[in-house]
T-cell receptor, first 111, second 116 residues
Framework: DAKTTQPPSMDCAEGRAANLPCNHSTISGNEYVYWYRQIHSQGPQYIIHGLKNNETNEMASLIITEDRKSSTLILPHATLRDTAVYYCIVGPNNAGNMLTFGGGTRLMVKP | GAVVSQHPSWVICKSGTSVKIECRSLDFQATTMFWYRQFPKQSLMLMATSNEGSKATYEQGVEKDKFLINHASLTLSTLTVTSAHPEDSSFYIC????????????FGPGTRLTVL
């Protein structure tokens, strides 16, 4: 599986958009980009995933560059409850495969 | 989304004892379950993959005789930490995947094990 690189930590003001970057320069053509988050002492929570088109759901938007070597997760209006570690993972479009978690980005939303 | 539960949510045991952790998929049939371990301030590390009715596949460096995994039904997998030692103290998390309309893995809330 391709590896990902994320900044270890980021701050965001409450109510503002949080933009979390992820580099995945070795991603292969059939690999998807998945985003999960983990709130302290809880299990990870699925956020969104995509292949090459931008995706949006009720939680977030995923912007994938045209060359697919990087992506950005956008939380449009961050709240204090969005404080968590966000993991960017690349893998096949079969969620039955193992997920390899990297270091993630610790997002701190501040009032 | 689907729900995965774990029991217990936390457990404290004495060194040398065995501890069993259950992972259940509550509203779907999980053909595959994964077990992860997470030490403080670290990321999740995959321990093993289990498919219903077959032996688990362990990741390199994980002792299969120490971490016994059973996936006897489509809704239940168990992880037994045998002869636990303080270095086994960790946060154990399971995830489940099933052939349903959900193309994602669902994670349990985790079990915190403390070995004294």
């Amino acid at each position: 599986d391709a590896k990902t690189t994320q900044p270890p930590s980021m701050d965001c003001a409450e109510g503002r958009a949080a933009n979390l970057p992820c580099n995945h320069s070795t991603i292969s053509g059939n690999e998807y980009v998945y985003w999960y988050r983990q709130i302290h002492s809880q299990g990870p929570q699925y956020i969104i995933h995509g292949l090459k088109n931008n995706e949006t759901n009720e939680m977030a938007s995923l912007i994938i560059t045209e060359d697919r070597k990087s992506s950005t997760l956008i939380l449009p209006h961050a709240t204090l409850r969005d404080t968590a570690v966000y993991y960017c993972i690349v893998g096949p479009n079969n969620a039955g495969n193992m997920l390899t978690f990297g270091g993630g980005t610790r997002l701190m939303v501040k009032p | 989304g689907a729900v995965v539960s774990q029991h217990p949510s936390w457990v404290i045991c004495k060194s040398g004892t065995s501890v069993k952790i259950e992972c259940r998929s509550l509203d779907f049939q999980a053909t595959t379950m994964f077990w992860y371990r997470q030490f403080p301030k670290q990321s999740l590390m995959l321990m093993a993959t289990s498919n219903e009715g077959s032996k688990a596949t362990y990741e390199q460096g994980v002792e299969k005789d120490k971490f016994l995994i059973n996936h006897a039904s489509l809704t239940l997998s168990t992880l037994t930490v045998t002869s636990a030692h303080p270095e086994d103290s960790s946060f154990y998390i399971c995830s489940a995947y099933g052939d349903s309309s959900y193309n994602e893995q669902f994670f349990g809330p985790g079990t915190r094990l403390t070995v004294l």
